[in-house]
């Protein structure tokens, strides 16, 4: 079962708890939502409490109708280290079920990071690697320091990088995403925004108010207008170009319809 944020007051930290260990931190700073992975000790490394965690944080992020921006982030030297080794040595042992369901999980946090209204940011500092490489780059947008580093080193222990390669194929071309894949190697920040794995890098000593300078952008603009314009992207993913066209004149609609009625030109019912 998920973990449940506790509500306490604007910009106080929130925290979602399992047992003792608090996986996961969300605070808010006005329009702004910021989830921290809270396992600085393991590199951040996902396992199912901080999976869930996530989840718990992006869905309750979603509801709120005051954020406008969420920004997901690691605590300690490192965005996140991929799966917990440990973890998946357990689970390993398990049934096909039980591993199916455990995939899965995985699966619904990439999935929900796309269904959520406004636009989640990846803040990456220090290594984002295999599943953490994976996250980042389901966020809508990557944002990375300097001296970030990026890379799916799965196949030098015999894993498989196969739900992130989904993720990766949208974001890169496929020369690029199968040299990442199967070499196992890091590339800078700088090396991943040429390959289009990251939006923009920052210097690692301003990177806290480079990034919080950069969400506010979207605080100036139109949530509707955002939240349309993610889900008609994400919805157009290979469909066909007039089937593409068609959507886009549906959304085209409603979008008309909502500056109506933000204008105060149409009657609400």
């Not at 047992?19 to 931190?25: D, M, P, Q, T, Y």
């Not at 954020?67 to 799966?83: H, K, L, M, N, W």
């Not at 909502?258 to 609400?268: A, M, T, V």
Request: net charge neutral.
């Amino acid at each position: 079962m998920g973990t449940r944020i506790r509500k306490q007051q604007k910009t106080d930290s929130k925290e979602l708890m399992n047992g003792e260990n608090k996986v996961i931190l969300y605070e808010t700073d006005g329009a702004v939502a910021r989830i921290t992975l809270n396992r600085p000790d393991k590199r951040n490394a996902l396992n199912d409490a901080l999976i869930a965690g996530l989840k718990d944080a992006l869905n309750h992020a979603n509801d709120d109708a005051a954020i406008r921006t969420i920004i997901i982030t690691g605590a300690g030297a490192d965005f996140c280290s991929g799966a917990d080794l440990a973890a998946l040595q357990r689970i390993s042992g398990g049934s096909v079920a039980d591993n199916i369901d455990d995939a899965r999980s995985l699966m619904e946090l990439f999935v929900l990071i796309r269904q959520v209204a406004v636009p989640v940011v990846a803040a990456v500092r220090g290594r984002a690697l295999a599943g953490g490489c994976g996250l980042a780059s389901a966020c809508d947008i990557v944002l990375a320091s300097a001296t970030a580093r990026f890379g799916y080193p799965e196949v030098k222990i015999g894993f498989v990088p196969a739900m992130v390669m989904a993720i990766l194929r949208r974001n890169i071309s496929e020369k690029r995403a199968f040299e990442l894949l199967t070499r196992g190697a890091e590339i800078s920040a700088e090396e991943a925004k040429v390959f289009g794995l990251v939006n923009q890098v920052f210097g690692q000593d301003n990177f806290e108010a480079e990034v919080n300078a950069y969400v506010r952008g979207f605080e100036k603009v139109s949530r509707s207008a955002v939240a349309l314009t993610k889900t008609l992207l994400y919805q157009t993913d290979g469909m066909p170009f007039g089937d593409a066209l068609e959507t886009g004149v549906d959304v085209n609609v409603i979008a008309r319809l909502n500056r109506r009625l933000s204008e105060g030109d149409c009657p609400i019912p």
